[in-house]
């Protein structure tokens, strides 16, 4: 093992930015020697990161012979691992660069087998693709698909194995029209994750005097009305099926700009004319992961219903009542129409905890007994940051 007794765990105080850091006596350090112990370090991490791999397949072994990689896919047991990254984090790196590092190395160990397939709201570049890189790592394979319902689709007919779709926005609320595709589809939830949106406005040109219309994804848009209102009042504003689609059109003309994360400009050879503009620094999206089947408990996890009741009093106290008794938070409940029957409601419901646990399965054992329906969507881990 490499003797980490003499490294400056100071960070930056007291040395030159970035380069050769002067030690705590004053000396700067042998750039040769420094970079000889990172060799060394190099060494033992890739002898490590293989030694795991091993380890990995013989999990695989362990799990019996399963047909695909859906099958030893464990969002659970990466939630554990994850956790246990950012509990032992004493920095210098920070908990989200130490969780994308591990994350990747779980992607690889599980792509051995064969690459999960994961649907999400293409076209490439969008933040439903950052969202599935995110969350399945780059070893995953990536299916770029035109809307959600077709995310629902593939995963439904197995065609995907999971699938990547928006939920929510920080500053604009509730993706409706994803919610309602539970109403219909017999989908499970069986992941979170939640992504810093920064969005750009990009152009063939680079030129903001150019620019006389805005392709974007219509949350997009709304999530930088102040800075359009301010610096492109004029400019007609063209909501698109998402924002990489946005950058796709803007490529085609020098009037036209898009509003999309840096990525999809990358993607379509846009230039940036400014950013990020997004009204709001802490903007952030909630992404769901959809997948076929249910997965156990990983000691910190979330759980979605899908509630419809009966068209008599009392019918939501009676339902929010078990889960205050049984001590069970509720981080959200909307309602929506349901599909087929005039005036009657259904809930989305999130709360703490997992369903085959208590306290919440005692507490949906009770509900059951006078909601019309009671569906869990799914429980799941809660996102590791
Ligand atoms: O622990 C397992 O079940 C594994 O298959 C190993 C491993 C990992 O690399 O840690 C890989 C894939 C799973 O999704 C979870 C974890």
């Not at 397949?57 to 399963?66: C, E, F, N, T, Y």
């Not at 990747?104 to 160990?109: L, N």
Request: with cysteine.
């Amino acid at each position: 093992m490499v003797d980490t007794r003499d490294i400056d765990r100071e960070g930056d105080q007291g040395g030159e930015a970035g380069g050769s850091r002067t030690d705590a006596a004053g000396a700067k350090p042998d750039l040769a020697a420094v970079r000889a112990q990172i060799d060394g370090i190099d060494r033992e991490i890739q002898a490590l990161i293989a030694e795991r791999a091993l380890f990995a397949r013989q999990v695989g072994r362990a799990k019996g012979r399963l047909a695909a990689a859906i099958d030893y896919y464990r969002p659970e047991r990466e939630a554990q691992v994850l956790r246990r990254v950012v509990d032992r984090n004493q920095g210098p790196l920070s908990d989200a660069v130490l969780v994308r590092l591990f994350r990747e190395i779980m992607s690889a160990c599980l792509a051995q087998q064969e690459p999960l397939k994961v649907g999400y709201l293409g076209p490439e570049g969008t933040f439903s693709q950052q969202a599935m890189q995110k969350h399945f790592g780059h070893s995953a394979h990536g299916l770029p698909l035109a809307s959600v319902e077709e995310v629902f689709e593939e995963v439904a007919s197995g065609a995907a194995d999971f699938g990547v779709v928006p939920v929510e926005n920080s500053s604009q609320g509730t993706i409706q029209s994803t919610l309602d595709m539970f109403l219909t589809s017999p989908l499970m939830i069986c992941g979170e994750v939640e992504l810093r949106v920064h969005q750009y406005l990009m152009s063939r040109t680079g030129r903001i005097e150019d620019i006389e219309r805005i392709y974007s994804h219509g949350l997009s848009l709304a999530q930088c009305k102040h800075w359009l209102r301010q610096h492109l009042p004029l400019a007609e504003r063209l909501p698109v099926a998402s924002n990489a689609e946005g950058a796709r059109r803007a490529r085609n003309a020098d009037d036209a700009a898009a509003i999309a994360g840096e990525t999809a400009g990358q993607v379509y050879g846009l230039k940036v004319v400014a950013g990020p503009i997004e009204d709001r620094n802490d903007n952030t999206t909630r992404f769901l992961v959809l997948g076929r089947a249910a997965f156990p408990p990983s000691g910190h996890d979330r759980t979605s219903l899908l509630v419809s009741i009966r068209d008599q009093p009392g019918a939501l106290y009676r339902i929010l009542e078990p889960l205050a008794r049984h001590g069970i938070s509720m981080d959200r409940i909307e309602s929506r129409p349901a599909h087929g029957a005039l005036w009657q409601y259904a809930f989305f419901i999130e709360v703490g905890g997992h369903a085959d646990e208590s306290p919440l399965k005692d507490a949906l054992a009770e509900i059951d007994a006078f909601a019309g329906e009671v569906r869990v969507l799914g429980s799941y881990p809660v996102a590791v940051p």
